[in-house]
């Protein structure tokens, strides 16, 4: 992700954009505008925006002054409470109103947290500024309060950039104390009496950072070593210089921190930044839409496939009444016609150990040989069969009547009556041989 640091100073806008990616943080850019009486905070930061391209996250970090902590104990360790628990926590041992205030806080160690707050109408002035300059921030902070990422800080010590003195303890900050570098020789050794005089242990070295390299020789005796902060190893592709360290590290720490999602942010509450949100609106709203077009399209097929399914039914229902009627012409009308046919279908194909109307007629044709002219009636009622034909003789028919010898137990010979062209028409009683199961 892309991180755009807007860095606001006494006298000068300072502008870095960082991209930093689950294995590296890699340095875009960085500018630095001068303010003047010509040149106000509103047109540099317009002049900022017309150069942006992309959709960087923007955090604007403001100058320490505008920030107060104090350090509290809290019986618990998630952030969201402590969050919950603070105003009501700091309502009576600070002098303005929790509700004039937006507050967030950082872990101090030991079961404490470090408050942080600023006013609201600082923020929110700020906020208006770059958002009508046309550069809205999404996040608002200051650039000290995300040294637990500093490059090259110990995890126990003091750090000192030109604007604010601020104290680590195990690698999270426990003090912060804005100190403008005019002053610097003077108050940085009465802040540090005072926190020895408190029962504060104070940290074995000072590092100072950026604008304060060169305050060395103005502090004098100190109770602890000072020291210029050097770059760590592997940082000289982010950096390029020691110069550049001193000017960007503390931007870079911020965008870390930010991105680890461990930087104070003073856009909370009324003052939180809802264009996201907004914009996450719209994708949902449409999505919605897209997804109730997909669920009208669904049921417009479902719709049409139910048609069609249903003018098929009434095509076959109508199929199967013109076949029952040519099957039995005689019959009236029947409630069911697809029931009655499949009820012939199993009397043809015959039950249990009986045979089947099928297999008789099959046998029938099978017997009557070339001399039977034909059957023109059949009849199987239980096991006796009755049937009349038309053979070329008599002959023919006693013939036919002992190929059936096979099929039928008893058989008797009907009347015969013969034609004047020789034939004879016949009828044929006899019962079928019961078939063992």
């Known amino acids: 992700m892309e991180y755009l640091i807007l860095q606001v100073e006494t006298d000068r806008l300072a502008i870095s954009r960082f991209e930093i990616t689950r294995r590296s943080t890699e340095l875009l850019g960085a500018a630095s505008v001068a303010l003047s009486?010509?040149?106000?905070?509103?047109?540099?930061?317009?002049?900022?925006?017309?150069?942006?391209?992309?959709?960087?996250?923007?955090?604007?970090c403001l100058p320490p002054g505008l920030f107060a902590q104090r350090s509290t104990p809290?019986?618990?360790?998630?952030?969201?409470?402590?969050?919950?628990?603070?105003?009501?926590?700091?309502?009576?041992?600070?002098?303005?109103?929790?509700?004039?205030?937006?507050?967030?806080?950082?872990?101090?160690?030991?079961?404490?947290?470090?408050?942080?707050?600023?006013?609201?109408?600082?923020?929110?002035?700020?906020?208006?500024?770059?958002?009508?300059?046309?550069?809205?921030?999404?996040?608002?902070?200051?650039l000290h309060l995300g040294w637990r990422f500093l490059p090259g800080a110990a995890p126990d010590g003091a750090i000192y950039d030109g604007s604010v003195l601020a104290i680590m303890n195990g690698g999270t900050l426990s003090f912060f104390k804005a100190i403008e570098l005019s002053a610097a020789a003077t108050l940085i050794p009465a802040t540090l009496s005072a926190l020895q005089l408190a029962g504060g242990k104070l940290p074995e070295k000072l590092s100072l950072l950026g604008s304060a390299c060169g305050l060395k020789p103005e502090l004098g005796e100190l109770p602890l070593a000072v020291e210029t902060l050097r770059p760590p190893d592997g940082t000289g592709l982010l950096f390029k210089s020691e110069r550049a360290f001193h000017d960007l590290a503390s931007p870079c720490a911020a965008a870390l921190a930010c991105h680890s999602s461990a930087l104070p942010d003073f856009r909370r509450g009324e003052l939180a930044w809802t264009a996201g949100d907004a914009g996450l609106r719209s994708k949902l709203l449409l999505a919605g839409i897209l997804i109730a077009i997909v669920i009208v399209l669904l049921f417009a097929s479902k719709g049409?496939?139910?048609?069609?399914?249903?003018?098929?039914?009434?095509?076959?229902?109508?199929?199967?009444?013109?076949?029952?009627?040519?099957?039995?012409?005689?019959?009236?009308?029947?409630?069911?016609?697809?029931?009655?046919?499949?009820?012939?279908?199993?009397?043809?194909?015959?039950?249990?150990?009986?045979?089947?109307?099928?297999?008789?007629?099959?046998?029938?044709?099978?017997?009557?040989?070339?001399?039977?002219?034909?059957?023109?009636?059949?009849?199987?009622?239980?096991?006796?069969?009755?049937?009349?034909?038309?053979?070329?003789?008599?002959?023919?028919?006693?013939?036919?009547?002992?190929?059936?010898?096979?099929?039928?137990?008893?058989?008797?010979?009907?009347?015969?009556?013969?034609?004047?062209?020789?034939?004879?028409?016949?009828?044929?009683?006899?019962?079928?041989?019961?078939?063992?199961?």
């Open 37 to 60: 009486g010509e040149l106000s905070l509103a047109d540099a930061v317009t002049s900022v925006a017309g150069n942006i391209t992309g959709s960087p996250r923007v955090l604007l």
């Open 304 to 437: 049409m496939q139910y048609r069609s399914a249903k003018s098929d039914i009434a095509s076959l229902d109508k199929s199967v009444a013109g076949i029952y009627r040519e099957i039995f012409p005689t019959r009236t009308k029947a409630v069911d016609e697809l029931t009655e046919v499949k009820g012939e279908i199993r009397k043809l194909s015959g039950i249990d150990n009986q045979i089947s109307h099928l297999d008789v007629l099959k046998k029938l044709a099978e017997a009557k040989g070339s001399n039977i002219n034909g059957l023109y009636e059949t009849e199987l009622e239980g096991r006796t069969l009755r049937l009349k034909g038309d053979a070329r003789s008599a002959q023919a028919v006693n013939e036919f009547k002992s190929a059936l010898a096979p099929l039928l137990s008893t058989s008797d010979t009907g009347e015969i009556k013969s034609r004047p062209d020789g034939s004879v028409t016949f009828t044929l009683t006899g019962t079928l041989r019961e078939v063992k199961p």
């Open 74 to 142: 809290l019986p618990f360790g998630d952030l969201r409470k402590v969050r919950e628990v603070l105003p009501a926590q700091l309502q009576g041992e600070i002098a303005l109103p929790v509700e004039e205030l937006v507050i967030d806080a950082l872990p101090a160690g030991d079961g404490r947290f470090l408050a942080v707050w600023a006013r609201k109408n600082d923020i929110s002035r700020a906020v208006a500024l770059f958002r009508d300059a046309g550069i809205e921030p999404q996040v608002v902070s200051s």
